[in-house]
């Protein structure tokens, strides 16, 4: 049985902690490194051989998406196994386009956690029937699925609008005109297929970006 080395990303400490404790009792699982944003999980991959991350879609640091391409890019072995409470067909497509090996819902439990590791160093993915049925019902969908890369400055203003700021409070905070905030609130609207500010907030949070 090959001796595994998993990055736990995950940056609540506690679900970190829980998970982390389950894991050591794995037989097959030799060393578990940790990190809490982005910036830690790549790191912790220049400096050690990682075989899977366990990678949460909302963390600080680089959106999600940009990270799972940066280390399919970068680290091209390392096994990608998203863990999260986000379950949308948006997310889902992006992260499989982006290179992921696999997605287990938290609200399913360590036992489909072990599963999927098990399955995704057999046979390279793991994809859950939830998974499969949410590709089934919308194979259709999946060319037209919006991408959900934004700029920092983009995450930086969805952020903004996310605590409520009004445009007058925004051009305030990023010392532009208020015609220049509400044009580039509108832009945001267009890349992200929204067509309010409310179908943009929840979009944010669908998608794992704030």
Not at 110 to 139: C, G, P, R, T, W
Not at 174 to 189: G, K
Request: charged share 20%; proline share 3%; net charge neutral.
């Amino acid at each position: 049985m090959k001796q595994l080395t998993l990055l736990l990303a995950e940056d609540e400490i506690m679900v970190r902690q829980g998970l982390k404790a389950l894991l050591y009792q794995q037989p097959n699982i030799r060393i578990i490194h940790e990190a809490g944003n982005s910036d830690e999980v790549l790191a912790v991959l220049a400096s050690n051989n990682v075989d899977i991350i366990l990678l949460d879609v909302r963390m600080p640091g680089m959106q999600c998406i940009l990270l799972v391409e940066q280390i399919r890019r970068n680290y091209p072995d390392v096994k990608i196994l998203v863990i999260t409470g986000l379950f949308g067909t948006e997310l889902i497509f992006n992260l499989l386009k982006a290179g992921i090996h696999g997605f287990v819902q938290k609200m399913n439990g360590f036992d489909e956690i072990e599963k999927a590791i098990d399955q995704i160093m057999i046979s390279n993915q793991y994809l859950s029937s939830d998974v499969i049925e949410i590709i089934q019902q919308n194979v259709s969908y999946w060319k037209y699925v919006p991408p959900i890369k934004l700029t920092e400055k983009e995450v930086a203003l969805l952020k903004a609008i996310v605590s409520g700021l009004t445009t007058k409070a925004i051009a305030e905070k990023f010392d532009i005109p208020a015609s220049s905030a509400e044009t580039n609130r509108n832009r945001l609207m267009k890349k992200t297929g929204t067509q309010n500010t409310a179908e943009l907030i929840a979009y944010a949070f669908r998608n794992g970006i704030i």
